[in-house]
């Protein structure tokens, strides 16, 4: 019997992404694919790269036939799983957010800079924060998943084995942050026009970014205390993969940090810690749910530097959720996740 | 038992593109993957998005181990197929040319195009020229297969329908074509610089290109008469990809030319006709083994317009060179190439 | 006294493209630039390259402010300038048209492909086609010029020389054209984001574009007879550059077609033909008024090549603007056109 | 009388850019090009974009026509200014290095950093550090000029505010900086081929780079005192343009930040401040001399973070080294350096 799933908000680039994935997914049967501007279409008149690969129509997003499935994904705007979840959980179905309405756990937090109210903050606390390498454990066991967001996955692998053995100064945590612009959606707006995106690079949002309180939280969990990170997002002109560099002052006698972060990740089946003096290129991951980690330390400087990357849509996104999706149902956690990085 | 694989030249763009397919491939073992210029690095080295996905060194080509292989692939330079053929195949072994060396019958063309003298023009006979979608059935029986260049599989596709049915003016073909750079191979040349091909698209070799003689004796073969054709290679600002903008006089009473094409690759697991009024974005098949066609007649016009994709690397070489290795070894013609387009 | 200058649509790609030139123009005053959507802001604080360089607000679209310019530019969507500019004319202002309103001479024609009615017949017959190589002498004279489309500025002159020589097949004439995407305006679109139009290419509008007629008109008007011309316009995945594929049935005994372009076009300051054998990129013409050509005929075939480069914005915009407001007003032609394209 | 100019090393990057600017500088001529490998070619020849613009031929780089120049630039690999600078001075002649033979004081620190024995080491002493916002007055008086280095030019030009004025803790600079792919020069190398470099980002010699040392010596003469910076270099998938995102801990009691940049730019004509919460495009000082910085405090942070953005070629190269040849001379400083930055 395969897994029954739906997705609601299948037309955005992470909805996309799910089927890309889940299309050669052994065990899985896609069977609703919700989307409120293109509801009757043919998945694959939308997004012709499944021409011959999928007999789909996108559908309206009716709890009903969503509570037929086994498990739901939620690839949709934020604040919109939070209102479907409740029913949905209550009738026996698995519910995993792409979104950011259960990552956070600190409700005036989360609306301050989501800027609505919370209709559901018990369900927050209940929630599991689907990063496998810290929660896989929980994970297993969980009804209702928030996936991480896409810088919170970069940064928080990266900083994680330094965080987690006491190495670091948490008082003055640098996290200078580059996406690709997929990382923005599928929306009409001027700013991330090609005209306006390509041959072009900025830094955004540096009063505040939603993600900085994520990254924070997972990363206060690891130390136990306050930690203060500055966290700068960059937009880069290339559609997929993130490269977070991290900078943080190393305490005295820290030990081997290339086997420390080997050692912390060496039975991850996603992430690889590169060889030492390697640079990882955003393009080594993409198309793929791994994460590559390179770590630094300069001669005569007390400063370690971590070099991490992933793809945005796949591990910042819909493979992290096939790969909630797989532990919670006991499969092969890299069931179709093996997909090869698209090089060159 | 699986297929032993060798792989020659495994660090050119199509040598890297058959190990990202094969990997996946279930019946297929690689066995040798040689380079000259990085023998005794590991390929992961080199290729870090191989990194925890392929455990193998790159080697000398020594003809011993490559015989030990059911199959040898041939990703090199033009010329160097041609000097190990004879051997490999005296000893039992398929071989596939990614290059050009066994594509044209003619040998005193090939000479003049490819500026070398032919050492075994008696293996050019013999050979069989690797479109599927023309000489399946000659394919699995063959012993050694010429796999056809990106430009031609691109442009023999969309033209085919309307020549094998005599429906155009063979006396005034026209085929203007734009390729991804990555066509231009791994190659320290200034000319392919992103400094130097980004931001920019250009036509070259206006006057004659080498793949001209190559799709000529397809259309050639199709028509059963002589074909003149004026063959235009652009070079566009992006790493993959194809699209042929093909141009006929179409014959008085030719039917409808939607119908006919559909008809024809109705079979076709790796061709797709797209619904009339569509426009294939070379996207749609980027990283997979499939071409989209759309066929269109501009209204009081006598020209027909035929838009062609692929990817250049796949169905364009490393994907196409597989499909032949599963029709010779009896073998799902789909399997290991159900890989979906990578989008966005 | 300085020409004072309106800018009508100024948060357009051709609006900013007027400033950037008109900027560095010795003998203009910049008055007035329009902008509904901006009022009232600094036009540095919409366009950060012009901080430092430009003083200077968005208004609304005023007509009395904008009568006392000498010149207006409208770079506004197709049916803006048609409603104002029968009341500049009256008051003595000089109107240049970048948009569409006043290229086509049959009503008609422009009614069924614009998908509006036309206000101001009449002031179409009186408006002079701004593509001062075939017009100059009259432009001099005008008050009212409407400026050619980027694809009709390089298919025009690309296809001028060998139309006025009666040298080529007029029943077949192929242009297939590929542009940047800054082509398709400064618009919140879906298909227009980086993540939908990077690293893919594809062609549009095949059954038939608003360009076809405008270009029609023009080969027709030098032919002196019907003409049918098939246009396939492409996005490339760059910003700016216009690469026209011209091809043509050459007629016996034509003679060198290399010299005859050349003395075409000898006296003309924007136009460069290359020498003999050249393939020109679209970066050789960026951010400059230049048109640059190259001919070639193939080896042993009657079809003859012409490729046709420009830059979208100014040669196929604003430079070309630029260049009728300094014939209409007696200035030197180039004044403010030296700009050197921009090379990587 | 006009400023004789030649320009050694003309076929790199900077080398084309000096003839980009000088081409439209009133009071230059432009009397010698050298290029070894395209002796005897014209320019326009080897590089299109110059076609009907530039009447020059590349020429041997001989000491006596050279002499006979007011002024050599040195668009050169690093080592080579150093062999002919002597000889030049020594016949009256100014020269600008656009590389690094004289940037830094000690020459041991060069020699470890560049790999090779200096030539001159008391010429060093002599040359002036060309960064007009540091180092006018000696410009002025100068005849041999240093070019400062891309990255550099813009890490000093956003740090010194906070140093000079003493507002940071000089222990811990961090310095991210992103830069286009022609900062890599036009070199036949597979690591910068558009297939190896587009749609992938990546940080490089994080364990050292050639600019640190440059940046410190900078830094420290500003703070009169030790600094100790971590710089992080990175390749970004484009052609032009450098992002510094820098950072440091502020002392408490600062002041407005704001304003002590604004004051301390305020006179100068290349350098702008944005006003409070921008955040510079690399693209809006495209193709000019321009510096844009713009400083942020996140809030409940005694992290400062400076945004600092220039054209590598020009700000970077080319225009900086023009900036100093004007100053030298005793022109307006901006001649030839009003080009608006190209947008989009």
């Known amino acids: 019997m395969k897994i029954k799933v739906g997705i609601v908000g299948g037309t955005g680039y992470t909805g ?24 009757g279409k043919r998945v694959d008149s939308v997004y012709p790269n499944f021409f011959g690969l999928l007999d789909l129509l996108f559908s309206e997003p009716e709890i009903d036939r969503l509570a037929e499935c086994d498990v739901v994904f939620f690839a949709t705007p934020n604040g919109t799983a939070m209102l479907m979840a409740r029913e949905l959980l209550d009738r026996g179905v698995k519910v995993i957010d792409l979104a950011a309405d259960f990552r956070i756990k600190n409700i005036e937090v989360w609306e301050k800079w989501y800027g609505q109210k919370h209709v559901c903050p018990e369900l927050v606390a209940e929630a599991v924060y689907g990063l496998p390498e810290v929660n896989r454990d929980k994970i297993k066991k969980a009804t209702l998943i928030a996936c991480p967001g896409c810088y919170p996955t970069s940064v928080q692998l990266g900083f994680l084995p330094l ?16 996406s690709g612009v997929s990382g923005a959606g599928r929306k009409a707006q001027v700013g991330i026009l090609m005209s306006e995106t390509g041959e072009s690079f900025k830094a955004y949002s540096v009063a505040g970014h939603r993600h900085l309180p994520e990254i924070s939280q997972g990363l206060e969990q690891a130390a136990g205390c306050d930690v203060h990170l500055t966290f700068v997002p960059h937009l880069t002109p290339m559609i997929r993969g993130i490269h977070a560099t991290l900078y943080a002052k190393i305490n005295k006698g820290s030990g081997d940090l290339q086997e420390i972060f080997e050692h912390r990740y060496a039975d991850e089946p996603f992430v690889d810690v590169l060889p030492r003096g390697n640079h990882p290129d955003t393009r080594n991951v993409r198309g793929s749910n791994r994460c590559q980690i390179a770590v630094h330390q300069p001669e005569n400087s007390d400063t370690v530097v971590v070099l991490s990357v992933i793809d945005n849509l796949v591990k910042g996104a819909a493979g992290q959720a096939v790969q909630n999706m797989n532990l919670i149902f006991g499969l092969d956690e890299k069931m179709a996740l093996g997909i090869v990085p698209l090089y060159p």
């Not at 965080?163 to 580059?178: F, P």
Request: proline share 0%; aromatic share 0%; hydrophobic share 45%.
């Open 16 to 39: 996309v992404e799910l089927l890309r994935i889940l299309v050669n997914h052994s065990q899985v049967e896609i069977c609703v694919v919700t989307s409120r501007s293109d509801t």
């Open 163 to 178: 965080i987690e053995n006491g190495l670091i100064d948490l008082g003055h945590l640098i996290a200078d942050v580059k």
